[in-house]
């Protein structure tokens, strides 16, 4: 079973309680890794800014009602009440809203988007959400968007840059829960050396962490649950210790009351630390982010009668232990986690913190790779090397680039900062704008996608997003003291996603601009005026429609070109997966002697693209499946010129057939027409080319039971097994990409400097990565865009 296969099976057993217990608990290590250790630095980074403790205890309460009322409203009531309804197919995320926002406002962004992809069942499935009645309210929204250039770059903008905050937290995260779980160490040092013990730990730690990536969790990811579900109930009972014997009267704090005592005596100071109390939170985005994994019953119940409970327990238990103690604690560093944990378990605890810190830091390491991938399958960041980690566990891929980056980014901010405050800060900011982008994602999709009223559009926006945005107000004063990192590391990979996707856009105008009529081809005749060689020529285009100009470049320069010619557009769409059975999109150019045809490969944004010799075998099949269904031949494209950027995607495939892989392939086999044993022939005559290729490049194709065939259709299917075993070669652009004369200095910066640096920096197309250097030749181009 492929791994497509095994997602969709994995969705239809989400159903039984039975199931989604299982889930729930498989989540903890997942998806909660991050949130659950937060207990050990909100406090201390609340009480960083010198805020001065009073008898009455004032100040604790306030801060244990701010951390309450915050899980409360962000994680309960935000992402599991409402959030998590929003689901794209299933999955969650960024993209998946800005996927949902652009299909019902037809926004897309992708250039080479077509009408036909409204088709898939995905696609389709995305628009059942809410009553139709309601559809006239979300029009002027719709209306709005479609109209304005403006608001759909905004749009775009915002959404890379929540994504960025993301990278950006992936950076932060590692560093603040290792750094934190090892603070642990200065109760039994002092605090001028604690510092020259913690940093090398944490360092040594977080190496091995990004080190131990290329294995995948799924060889250790059995563990992560476990670890996550111990250290909740360790901080649970201490919690509840504590509780009974410090301070049974913190409950009392639950009151929003004392928020308003807090900040009234605290003033400015107070305000400032709402920056640390909004630790409480991070890695609340992830129980949206990871939905694809798991399913919202799971979630919602992992979130509500576990991972709540225990986080209030622990805060309510931390907040009573300093009631008590706080007046002859007088330095910072010890109003942390571990001076409120029993002096008997502190070693056993530290353990598991230590152990839960690299769980919740692999989780968002993951989270990363995932949300790059994202972005380069939907052309919003340059091709990266991605390699899948597990065979039978979906979306678990390992990126070495991307890794090593981040850990070097990682080391860099633990070493430069080598305190929880600074990180703190930092990363406090990273969250907040991750939320607030969710926030005003999600009241777009509350009206445009669920056609509710404006009204409660506007009250989700107004109530989470004036909650946020006072987070955030406390979190971006603080820009000098680490604010400014995520700050920084956001600015740069948006500027690196928007020039490349600026670059492609230009780059894909430049091609139908410049693209080749269809009556130059068939003018041609059906040797195309050249030689016609063995095997099969597989020319990798952008283009949708028409013939791409590299072609006729080829085709100039060189006498001899192959029996079967495929034009093949691998694209992405707006959608998270594209069943098996409607990947292909297949059509023939011109007659059926020319032995031309126009393969469209359609990805969703997290589907996983096959290797070279799996993603061969689909599309020789896909295109032997199209000749043997016999549709109607002809021209397939018109060049009439009346959308420049989307070609005509209509027109262009009107006599396209979406294919399904109905033949049974295996390998050291010669192709077998219906109704003939694989041991026999046709007239007499045998099928294949024994001996030209080395084995693997032989298909075997068992036809499905069905009236006889006409002698065309199995001359056809006859040329393209002798081409598909004479060989297959691969005919790829290698572009260099210039800004036209006349250009402003902005764009000949972001084209001849920054995205052609990213294009020679990048991998090529995935199905390409590894073929053979003697299959593969480059057509090379210049693009004044």
């Not at 207990?39 to 008898?55: M, W």
């Not at 799924?218 to 201490?238: D, E, K, N, Q, Y």
């Not at 232990?321 to 056993?348: A, D, M, N």
């Not at 298909?699 to 069905?706: A, D, E, H």
Request: proline share 4%.
């Amino acid at each position: 079973m492929d791994l497509e296969a095994a997602h969709y099976d994995t969705v239809r057993k989400r159903d039984s309680w039975r199931s989604v217990l299982l889930l729930a608990y498989q989540s903890l290590g997942v998806v909660y890794g991050d949130l659950s250790i937060s207990p050990l630095y909100v406090f201390k980074n609340a009480f960083a800014d010198d805020i001065e403790h009073s008898e009455g205890n004032e100040e604790i309460y306030g801060v244990l009602s701010f951390v309450f009322w915050t899980l409360t409203i962000i994680p309960l009531l935000k992402y599991v009440f409402i959030v998590l309804l929003a689901d794209d197919n299933g999955e969650g995320g960024t993209f998946a809203l800005y996927s949902l926002i652009c299909r019902h406002a037809r926004i897309g962004f992708l250039p080479n988007g077509q009408t036909i992809d409204e088709e898939l069942s995905a696609y389709k499935k995305g628009d059942e959400v809410g009553p139709t009645s309601g559809s006239s309210r979300a029009s002027w929204i719709r209306a709005l968007l479609e109209k304005s250039r403006f608001l759909q770059k905004v749009l775009l903008i915002f959404a890379l840059l929540g994504c960025c905050m993301l990278i950006g937290d992936g950076v932060l995260t590692p560093a603040v829960s290792v750094f934190s779980a090892v603070s642990g160490l200065e109760l039994y040092i002092s605090k001028e050396q604690h510092r020259y013990v913690e940093v090398p730990v944490a360092c040594l730690i977080l190496v091995c962490l990004f080190a131990l990536q290329h294995y995948g969790t799924h060889r250790v990811g059995f563990l992560f649950a476990p670890i996550v579900a111990t250290w909740l109930m360790c901080i649970s009972i201490i919690g509840v210790y504590n509780i009974a014997r410090w301070d049974p009267h913190v409950l009392r704090a639950l009151s929003p009351f004392y928020m308003y005592q807090f900040l009234k005596k605290t003033q400015r100071g107070g305000w400032m630390s709402l920056g640390g109390i909004l630790l409480c939170i991070t890695g609340s985005e992830a129980m949206y982010a990871d939905l694809g994994h798991f399913s919202q019953a799971s979630i919602k119940v992992a979130f509500s009668f576990l991972v709540y409970p225990a986080l209030v327990l622990a805060y309510m238990g931390q907040a009573a232990y300093l009631s008590q103690h706080h007046q002859i604690e007088e330095t910072s560093y010890k109003i942390g986690f571990y001076v409120s944990v029993p002096e008997q378990v502190r070693w056993p605890v530290f353990v598991i913190a230590v152990l839960a810190a690299v769980v919740g830091s692999q989780a968002v390491i993951t989270g990363t790779f995932s949300i790059i991938k994202q972005c380069s399958a939907l052309e919003c960041f340059p091709r990266v090397k991605i390699v899948h980690t597990s065979s039978s566990v979906h979306g678990q891929i390992y990126i070495p680039e991307i890794n090593w980056i981040l850990m070097l980014l990682c080391l860099a901010v633990t070493v430069g900062f080598h305190d929880t405050k600074r990180l703190g800060n930092a990363s406090g900011l990273a969250v907040i704008t991750v939320m607030l982008v969710t926030t005003c994602l999600m009241s777009i999709v509350i009206s445009l996608c669920w056609h509710k009223n404006p009204i409660f559009s506007l009250a989700f926006l107004l109530f989470f997003g004036s909650i946020e945005a006072f987070y955030f107000s406390a979190s971006v004063i603080k820009f000098l003291e680490g604010a400014w990192v995520p700050i920084v590391l956001s600015f740069i990979f948006l500027l690196v996603m928007y020039v490349w996707h600026y670059g492609t856009l230009k780059k894909y105008e430049f091609d139908v601009q410049n693209k080749v009529s269809i009556r130059w081809l068939l003018n041609l005749g059906p040797s195309l005026g050249i030689v016609r060689v063995r095997g099969i020529g597989l020319i990798h285009t952008e283009l949708v429609s028409g013939i791409p100009a590299i072609f006729s470049h080829f085709v100039t320069n060189l006498p001899a070109f192959h029996q079967v010619l495929v034009f093949l557009c691998v694209k992405s769409v707006p959608v998270p997966y594209v069943q098996p059975e409607e990947r292909f999109l297949v059509g023939r150019i011109g007659p059926k002697g020319y032995r031309l045809y126009r393969v469209i490969v359609r990805y969703g944004y997290r589907d996983i693209q096959k290797d070279d010799m799996e993603f061969e075998k689909e599309l020789v099949s896909s295109i032997a499946e199209f000749i043997r269904s016999g549709p109607v031949s002809g021209t397939n494209d018109h060049d009439n010129g009346t959308n420049p950027l989307y070609d005509d995607p209509e027109k262009a495939n009107e006599k396209m057939a979406v294919i399904g892989t109905r033949f049974g392939l295996s390998e050291d086999s010669k192709p077998v027409p219906e109704n003939e044993s694989p041991g026999s022939s046709s007239n007499g005559n045998d099928l294949g080319i024994d001996g030209v290729v080395p084995k693997r490049k032989r298909v075997r194709f068992v036809l499905p039971k069905s009236p006889e065939m006409d002698s065309g259709t199995r001359e056809e299917l006859r040329d393209l097994m002798e081409a598909r075993e004479a060989g297959m070669s691969f005919i790829l652009g290698h572009s260099y990409t210039r800004a036209k004369s006349g250009s402003g200095c902005i764009k000949r910066v972001a084209i001849n400097f920054g995205y052609e640096f990213l294009r020679r920096n990048s991998r090529g197309p995935a199905y390409a990565a590894n073929i053979p250097h003697a299959s593969t030749l480059e057509v090379g181009m210049v693009y004044h865009v």
